[in-house]
């Protein structure tokens, strides 16, 4: 079986990324030789920079046995192992399920591919997809346009799992009714960063259990206008949604202002887009009778707490839930989401290098914007669409880039993606 030589940017403990070339072992009959063409950084990836070992997903020797990061990756297969000749053929493209349905994986911890193993993970060049992913189905073909529809995929899917994940109850009744209430009233709160981007999108573009009014609240006012901009209250309307941007920063009393937006009702199904307290506190305040509370924002201190009303959960039938990543079966719907015409351009500020995933992942948090695309075969420092113009006017491979937003809205593209992987 081929060995492969691959480029990684690698884990070693807290804050400790190295970009290495090394030699990925013998391909086993049960593996799978795959390239990566794009990887899109997370916070998650920035949270487990941070903690090292100590990070759930993380292995306790990992300054002996280093990780590659990156879990929103896609690409297409090389070599295809006996075991899996019957699935999969070399040049298929593929997506990765990281949430692997282990109780406990392999390295002995809550196991996934960008997190947990040696020879797999989105900030590669080569990988090896190992047996326990491939047993667990998170091997994923996609037959869609370009690539970084395919990375994408993996947040969509978490925020599809998030729907699904909210639950409803009848009086009387012990019976839960999943997902979001159908021509419900919907609040997502922080919700113009890329998740919420994503969130917006899919509610607007799914063809069942839409709400009938979705109200986006964010501080930001230029990531709101934004948000706007691309998913307009008025495409909103064609498919029965009331969409309301709200900058709930210079509102004296948000509380009482959205729940007049409800029209005195409160919303059924709130999502939380952020780790911070105040936000919390505001959707447990504004939530309806049976309304659902979905904390997606994961935090990274165990120790995390806000306040949340328990007169409500008790009379009133509130209810929490929570969600960190999609299943199999989100994964799919995103996929094939993907695959029918949804492009997430959208949610993409900043494309670049393998050579900028070190410093991209560190300072996260501190790079506005929304999903930062990683283009694992080249050389380019992380750059803003929206710097491509300035930068065209010394260079003709920004010029390029910029001429190919600007016929697409200003924003990346299948165009933009094969004329930058014609340069590899």
Known sequence: MRQMRTRAVRLYGKRDLRLEEFDLPPLKDDEILARVITDSICMSSHKAVLQGADHKRVPDDVAENPVIIGHEFAGELVEVGARWKNEFSPGDKFSIQPAINYEKGPTGILSAPGYSYRYIGGDATYVIIPAGVMEQDCLLKYNGSGYYPASLAEPLSCVIGAMHANYHTRPGSYNHQMEIVDGGKMAILAGAGPMGLAAINYVLEREERRPSLLVVTDIDQGRLDRAEGLYTPGYALTRGIELRYINTAGIEDPVEYLKKISQGTGFDDVFVFAPLPPVIEL?????????????????????????????????????????????????????????????????????????????????????????????????????????FKELGKKSSFFADLAGITDRHKGLWSLEAEEYLLRRV
């Open 283 to 387: 959707g447990d305040a504004i939530l309806g009778f049976d309304g659902c509370l979905n904390f997606f924002a994961g935090p990274s201190d165990p120790d995390f707490k806000a306040p949340f009303n328990f007169y409500n959960v008790h009379y009133n039938y509130t209810h929490l839930a929570g969600t960190s990543g999609g299943n199999n079966d989100d994964m799919a719907e995103a996929l094939e989401i993907m695959e029918a015409g949804l492009d997430p351009a959208g949610l993409v500020t900043h494309v670049g290098g393998l050579n900028a995933v070190i410093d991209t992942t560190l300072r996260l948090p501190e790079i506005p914007g929304g999903k930062k695309l990683i283009y694992a075969h080249i050389e380019m420092p992380l750059t803003a669409t929206e710097d």
